[in-house]
């Protein structure tokens, strides 16, 4: 008796929970055409968001301070007057600002008006920030080189210290050969 009340409930819980989970999934809302949104986080603190719409372009990012330098270079090959020490860029076109550009720490925002720019102006900066999404999304462990001198050093140095770690479990694994 003691059995049947024990399997009857246990079918009776078993009911219940396919009952409550057999309900199927909220349809996406679809996307309005006029404004595109794009987000994406990694894993290690980093986040990027672009919203294009027919008025303006925006891109923030937050990212981990490691890609602050690599992010700077990107910026600085798109603005040619930007300066890293400056934390705001401001373009002008007669007399209104078409872009602003906000760089604060490991903080980002670029806003692009569209009524104002030239479409050479949009593709460029659309261009920037999907190059800047992809940089700051990419793995931490992922490397990205601009080829100067300060690039080339670094690849040098790793490639030391790879050579001498190598020279360390070769010489490891001779004395353990010995020792056996």
């Known amino acids: 008796m003691k059995t049947i009340k024990i399997k009857a409930t246990i079918i009776a819980m078993i009911l219940v929970v396919n009952a ?12 309005n055409s006029n404004n595109k949104h794009t987000e994406v986080t990694s894993s290690i603190s980093n986040h990027t ?9 925006r891109f923030t990012a937050k990212f981990e301070r490691s890609k602050k330098r690599g992010v ?21 076109k007669n007399g209104k600002v078409f872009l602003e550009c906000s760089f604060y720490g490991n903080k980002l925002k670029i806003v692009l008006h569209k009524k104002l ?28 080189y601009s080829y100067d001198s300060s690039s080339i050093r670094e690849a040098k140095r790793r490639v030391a210290a790879a050579k001498r770690e190598l020279q360390r479990a070769t010489e490891r694994l001779e004395e353990l050969e010995k020792r056996n």
């Open 20 to 31: 409550f989970g057999q309900t199927p999934p909220p349809t996406p809302k679809t996307p």
């Open 49 to 57: 968001s672009i919203s294009n719409s027919n008025k303006t372009y």
């Open 117 to 144: 720019a030239s479409y050479r102006d949009i593709s460029k900066v659309k261009k920037l920030g999907e190059e800047l999404r992809s940089y700051i999304s990419a793995h931490k462990y992922q490397y990205s």
């Open 72 to 92: 700077e270079e990107r910026i600085a090959k798109v603005f040619k007057q930007w300066n890293a020490a400056d934390e705001d860029y401001v373009e002008e």
